[in-house]
C-alpha cells in the first residue's frame, strides 16, 4: 500500500505561483512513476507531470511546459509541483498519483496509476 497526501494549494492571481506538495509513505521504494492530474468539473482527469522516483527524470503536458517545475526529495518521500505564471485555465483540483510499474514511457494516462491522494484545490483569478 501507498498513501499519499497533497497540500499547498489554495488561491492565486493570474500570472502569480503556487507550489504544491506530496507526500508519501509506506511501500515507497515499490513506486516507479509519481505523477500531477487535474480535474475539472465535467472534463476528463487531465494529466500535468510525472517524475521517475529513481533519477528524478520529468515529463510535462504541454499546457503546463516552461510553467510548471516538477521535482522530488527522496530524503523526506516528498514531490514538489512549482507552479508559475499561472492562468485561469490552471484553476483545478489537483492529484497526486503512484504508479508501482516500471515503463519505458512516461504514463500519463489515470488508469496507469495505481495509488491516489484526495486532492487540492487550486483557484487562480484573472
Known amino acids: 500500500q501507498v498513501q499519499l497526501k497533497e497540500s499547498g494549494g489554495g488561491l492565486a492571481q493570474a500570472g502569480g505561483s503556487l507550489r504544491l506538495s506530496c507526500g508519501y509513505s509506506?511501500?515507497?521504494?515499490?513506486?516507479?512513476?509519481l505523477g500531477w492530474f487535474r480535474h475539472t468539473p465535467g472534463e476528463e482527469r487531465e494529466f500535468v507531470a510525472a517524475?521517475?522516483?529513481?533519477?528524478?527524470?520529468?515529463s510535462y503536458a504541454d499546457s503546463v511546459k516552461g510553467r510548471f517545475t516538477l521535482s522530488r526529495n527522496s530524503a523526506d518521500n516528498t514531490m514538489y509541483l512549482q507552479m508559475n505564471s499561472l492562468k485561469s485555465e490552471d484553476t483545478a483540483v489537483y492529484y497526486c498519483?503512484?504508479?508501482?510499474?516500471?515503463?519505458?514511457?512516461?504514463?500519463?494516462?489515470?488508469?496507469?496509476?495505481?495509488?491516489w491522494g484526495q486532492g487540492t484545490q487550486v483557484t487562480v483569478s484573472s
Open positions: 498519483a503512484a504508479r508501482l510499474a516500471n515503463d519505458f514511457y512516461y504514463p500519463t494516462s489515470p488508469h496507469e496509476y495505481d495509488y
Open positions: 509506506g511501500r515507497t521504494s515499490s513506486i516507479y512513476f
Open positions: 517524475i521517475k522516483r529513481s533519477n528524478g527524470s520529468t
